[in-house]
């Protein structure tokens, strides 16, 4: 839930913070190019890990 808050206003937070709107789509870019492999590889690690 506060990923996509963070999402959604990012731009407005990193206005507040004195930092340009290419900052924050540099970042938000950076979070889906990251975001993506981890979320297919934690998938893979609890499918083998018993909880």
Do not use: Q, R, Y
Request: proline content about 2%; aromatic content about 8%.
């Amino acid at each position: 839930m506060v990923n996509t808050g963070i999402t959604f206003h990012i731009a407005s937070i990193f206005d507040t913070n004195g930092l340009s709107l290419e900052v924050a789509s540099l970042v938000l870019s950076l979070m889906a190019l990251v975001g993506i492999p981890i979320s297919f590889v934690l998938s893979f690690v609890l499918e083998k890990v018993k909880i």
